[in-house]
């Protein structure tokens, strides 16, 4: 199979070799890596069209959009779904084949947020999710040689969960850094400004797919809009791109590392996306670093949510990625006089049974087999998800909540 220069003729979906296929697109992607590492960028630049030349890199990036994504189902706006293996080999195909391709617009649709309000989505048609993926695998790997240590979202091999990690090494009572910049990026993905990312990614292949996605615009009940500002949520690499416009937080509050790499300076920040928590050993200089951000996320098309930043201490506490993290008293145990715990936020508590109550109403008069199917991956999902906090007296409770309700009329249901 030839893997690098694409094949004549059909490609056989079902007798393709999906592990040599990762094998080749993984050490690709690991050759990218350590050039950027060693600062060889002709090399870089290279690999990278090698990559989005490469037979492998587009079986994989046809395979992810099409078999393996949760949106794989969903059409843009030429109402096309790829859902078998001939079909899929036709795309393989034809993205083989050289063209000077034309993006087309987004598909607009809302999905609802946790506050009650909408979220807009952007579906782009299954042939340009292709190329965004088979683009963003060549760009990922150059970026996450460079990108910072405390930056965890949409990135390979990060998860909520180390960001947490993170944080609880920040946050121990022993430590000097107690006043938090609690902050949220209002609209990141609908604002950034096109001009900056373009420069940041610089010219890099594929850099004119990347312009065409970004000024694609969308189509919203037939009317077309275009698009100033902002990477459509939906498509495969506005991820990437959202963390390429944000890199360099570190840089603007001047965060400095030892040659160990562990924080030696005043402040500290953890990144999860366009959400971000700021370290800082006063209030002023917590002030200080807010107005900093300020400025530096304006630069970037970007502004602070007034609603949701604020400056905290940590003996009151705050959410980030659904837990809650206080310092509480305790004298007894103690040196400091404080412990740390983190645990599952109000506000993720009072989802859960939000949505526990309504999949038990909506089940009313169903047998047992069928309740079970449906709570127990949720259940399951919840509790895999918090269970790394401290929260034996809150998955008690909501067990408790959970025994009532089955146990109970359903007249008596408590609230």
């Not at 109402?79 to 598909?107: H, I, M, N, Q």
């Not at 996306?273 to 209030?283: L, V």
Request: glycine residues 8%; positive net charge; charged residues 25%.
């Amino acid at each position: 199979m030839a893997l690098a220069n694409g094949t004549k003729g059909q490609t056989d979906w079902n007798a393709i070799n999906w592990r040599k296929i990762n094998r080749t697109v993984r050490n690709l992607r690991q050759r990218i890596f350590r050039a950027t590492t060693e600062r060889n960028y002709q090399k870089v630049r290279s690999l990278q069209k090698l990559m989005l030349r490469s037979y492998a890199n587009i079986l994989m990036s046809v395979r992810r959009v099409t078999q393996q994504n949760a949106g794989r189902n969903t059409p843009g706006i030429d109402k096309v779904v790829v859902k078998t293996p001939t079909t899929r080999g036709k795309l393989v195909d034809e993205l083989s084949a050289f063209t000077l391709w034309r993006v087309k617009p987004v598909r607009r649709v809302y999905i609802p947020k946790a506050n009650g309000k909408q979220r807009p989505l952007g579906i782009p048609v299954v042939k340009d999710r292709c190329l965004q993926a088979m683009v963003k695998n060549a760009l990922e790997p150059e970026w996450e040689a460079n990108f910072e240590g405390t930056s965890y979202g949409f990135r390979p091999g990060r998860s909520c969960h180390d960001a947490i990690e993170k944080i609880f090494g920040l946050a121990r009572p022993n430590k000097r850094k107690k006043w938090v910049v609690d902050a949220d990026i209002k609209g990141a993905f609908d604002n950034i400004s096109h001009e900056f990312l373009l420069k940041a990614i610089g010219e890099v292949p594929g850099r004119e797919l990347i312009k065409q996605w970004l000024k694609a615009g969308y189509i919203e009940q037939g009317v077309f809009h275009e698009t100033d500002s902002g990477t459509p949520q939906g498509g495969v690499v506005s991820p990437l791109l959202a963390n390429i416009a944000l890199h360099g937080m570190e840089e603007a509050i001047g965060v400095k590392y030892d040659s160990r790499g562990q924080s030696i300076g005043k402040r500290a920040i953890v990144r999860y996306a366009d959400d971000f928590a700021a370290f800082c050993e006063s209030k002023e200089d917590a002030e200080e670093v807010s107005e900093i951000l300020k400025s530096w996320l304006q630069q970037r098309g970007l502004e602070l949510s007034v609603q949701k930043t604020k400056i905290v201490h940590l003996s009151e506490g705050f959410d980030f990625l659904g837990f809650n993290i206080r310092h509480y008293r305790a004298e007894k145990t103690s040196k400091t006089g404080w412990k740390l715990l983190i645990k599952p936020s109000k506000e993720s508590v009072s989802k859960i049974r939000n949505k526990l109550r309504k999949e038990w109403l909506s089940l009313r008069g169903s047998n047992v087999l069928a309740i079970i199917k449906r709570l127990n991956p949720i259940i399951r999902g919840w509790a895999n998800y918090f269970r790394s906090g401290v929260s034996c007296e809150i998955f008690h409770s909501l067990d408790r909540w959970m025994f009532h309700r089955a146990v109970r009329p359903s007249q008596a249901h408590p609230p």
